[in-house]
């Protein structure tokens, strides 16, 4: 039996609002990919000073569970030691390292003119030449540090971004915590409370275990440099130590230095020091961070390389050097919210 014209016109404006739904939600999922992509970095500054936050109050939940003075104190105790720290550091050193980056920055470009020297003596050194100064190769090493060093704000900006959102985010992060459940239903309200719990939970751990590999790796290479009679060993163990921060990536760059200023002494040094750091890496990674890393989410080296270039690319040194906890958030995101349901 034919549908009467009535029927004909209901069937098609159905259709033709199942059709505006499609494209409204079309649109609104590029609008909102739009906005994430141009406003990346800003989340980033906040990620970071986020993580400032979960320092101090993880630092400060230690304190209240070991000694069991009240929280407000303990927290008035970490921000106090660690400003302490900090601030006697860079009294007692900070002359020196001024003085080690001064000659680190007068020694290398003699060292670059000396390793080029001794490039040209052989065919492939010479070849190899020719390949890193060549215009493309340049180009593409102009715009990896361009894209590297590239901010939102400028980096003084960011740092002074960065620092203050900590300290809003120290003193009062209930207020922030309940302001992001209220964007959510009351119903789901719950376990987005348990996924936020579990992501600092998670970051606190990751975070405290990092400044200690930060504090370790600098120790065992300034030790290491030193036994050599490396010049500058300080300033050396103090950027190998910051960059451990960002996995990977961090140690190969650190070594770059180290190894032109050990070519001052001879290919020796330079293949000692390659292998103090190859050392200092696998004791890090394979045997004393194992033993102190418990109940925290893996992620697979694989992934977390992969996850670092797309940060790079997208957001330059920021991105690689918080790629590591947002990956974290955003597994602890997807194992809350979807493979656990499918195990139920």
């Known amino acids: 039996m034919p549908e009467s014209p009535t029927q004909n016109k209901t069937t098609e404006k159905k259709f033709e609002r199942s ?22 970095n800003v989340l980033l ?28 104190s303990s927290m008035a105790i ?8 900090v601030s006697a550091l860079m009294y007692f050193s900070g002359a020196r390292m001024q003085s080690q980056i001064a000659e680190l920055s007068n020694t290398l470009p003699a060292t670059i003119e000396n390793l080029k020297g001794e490039l040209n003596k052989s065919y492939l050194g010479e070849e190899l030449l020719k390949t890193v100064n060549g215009n493309d190769a340049a180009s593409k090493t102009s715009a990896f540090f361009e ?16 620092l203050f959102l900590g300290i809003f985010f120290t003193i009062s992060p209930s207020l922030y915590i309940e302001g992001f459940l209220k964007l959510f239903p009351s119903k789901a309200r719950v376990v987005t ?71 001052l002494q001879g290919l020796d040094t330079a293949l000692l020091i390659i292998a103090l ?35 790079g690319i997208l957001s330059g040194g920021w991105g690689i050097f918080l790629a590591t906890p947002l990956l974290a958030i955003i597994m602890i995101v997807i194992d809350e919210t979807y493979l656990k349901k499918q195990l139920t």
């Open 19 to 40: 059709i505006w739904k499609v494209c409204g939600i079309v649109a609104l999922i590029i609008a909102v990919l739009w906005i994430l992509k141009e406003t990346f």
């Open 78 to 85: 970490s921000v106090t030691v660690t400003v302490l720290a």
């Open 147 to 162: 894209t590297f060093f590239r901010s939102t704000f400028g980096i003084l900006g960011d740092l002074y971004v960065v």
């Open 193 to 263: 409370k348990h996924i936020l719990d579990r992501i600092g939970f998670t970051l606190t751990r990751w975070l405290l275990i990092k400044i200690f590999s930060m504090f370790e790796v600098t120790f065992f290479t300034l030790a290491g440099l030193s036994l050599l009679h490396v010049p500058m060993a300080f300033v050396l163990s103090v950027i190998a130590g910051v960059l451990n921060f960002v996995p990977n990536f961090g140690p190969l760059i650190a070594l770059i230095p180290a190894c032109l200023v050990g070519l």
């Open 277 to 311: 750091y190859t050392f200092i890496q696998i004791l890090d990674g394979s045997v004393i961070l194992p033993a102190i890393q418990q109940k925290l989410i893996r992620i697979p080296p694989a992934i977390l390389i992969i996850s670092q270039l797309f940060m």
């Open 45 to 72: 500054l906040v990620l970071a000073g986020a993580l400032i936050a979960i320092y101090f109050h993880g630092v400060s939940k230690w304190l209240n569970k070991r000694t069991k003075i009240s929280y407000r």
